[in-house]
């Protein structure tokens, strides 16, 4: 098992930034792939961005320039900056956990956190 707890969201204006993290509890993630989805009320869990154990990325066209995900291992913590907030973004935002998969196939990744909402308003 790979326990993820996301933090960081919460309500913010349009045109914003937040950093969402995703830390694994009790276990190091460091050799994991990662990545970031994202689930708007009514819609289908879309992939954001993914990271390998290397920390080579890799994004959704939609979110290229806005979002950066990162890691740092020895605190089995992945980031996910996003600049530039409108309210399309608003969603739960959810970290998950591959041996070595970092792309948007959801049913590639192991493990999933529990989600962060996050609410831009205009």
């Known amino acids: 098992q790979v326990p993820l707890v996301e933090s960081g969201g919460g309500l913010v204006q349009a045109g914003g930034s937040l950093r969402l993290s995703c830390a694994a509890s009790?276990?190091?993630?460091?050799?994991?792939?990662m990545a970031w989805f994202r689930q708007a009320p009514g819609k289908e869990r879309q992939f954001l961005a993914g990271i390998t154990s290397r920390g080579n990325t890799n994004y959704a066209d939609f979110v290229k320039g806005r979002f950066t995900i990162s890691r740092d291992n020895p605190e089995s913590t992945v980031y996910l900056q996003m600049n530039s907030l409108n309210v399309e973004d608003t969603a739960v935002y959810y970290c998950?956990?591959?041996?070595?998969?970092?792309?948007?196939?959801?049913?590639?990744?192991?493990?999933w956190g529990q989600g962060t909402q996050v609410t831009v308003s205009s």
């Open positions: 998950a956990a591959s041996p070595t998969y970092s792309g948007p196939i959801r049913f590639l990744y192991n493990y």
């Open positions: 009790g276990r190091t993630i460091s050799s994991n792939a």
